[in-house]
């Protein structure tokens, strides 16, 4: 059995990507990890799009609560949500390539803020998400 220091994030997120077959529909890529922080990317596809022509929010949720849950689980401590609220922005559209980037604002001991800014191609902010964890104190590798 692995000893839990000897875990890093990105082998906890990798483990955990394995395993997210959501994410994995939603395509996204993982382009960096760090302890209390990721940052991912992903393609709009045209079934992600509303009746109004425009990407469905909860797919940029979606996007966003990916960044988050990979940037306070890194760990290796497993953290599920508590809260989480999403500002939407600017409208997205097919083809675009969203960038989630997840930030720790505090590390606590049973539990974690984190600020998520998602983008699209031109770097434009399309959206700002905030989510709060807990912490389980169980491991996930």
Not at 13 to 40: A, P, T
Not at 53 to 62: D, E, L, Q
């Amino acid at each position: 059995m692995n000893n839990e220091k000897d875990i890093n994030a990105k082998e906890v997120v990798k483990h955990m990507m394995q395993h997210d077959l959501f994410s994995q529909w939603l395509g996204i890529e993982v382009l960096e990890i760090k302890e209390g922080y990721s940052k991912i990317k992903m393609t709009i596809r045209s079934e992600m799009i509303n009746g109004l022509g425009i990407i469905h929010g909860g797919v940029t949720f979606s996007l966003a609560d990916s960044a988050f849950a990979f940037a306070c689980n890194n760990r290796n401590n497993l953290s599920v949500a508590l809260d989480t609220s999403i500002n939407f922005l600017k409208p997205v559209h097919v083809n675009d390539t969203l960038t989630a980037e997840a930030k720790e604002i505090h590390n606590g001991r049973s539990t974690g803020l984190y600020h998520i800014s998602i983008t699209n191609q031109h770097h434009q902010e399309v959206a700002i998400f905030k989510g709060t964890c807990f912490r389980t104190n169980k491991t996930l590798i």
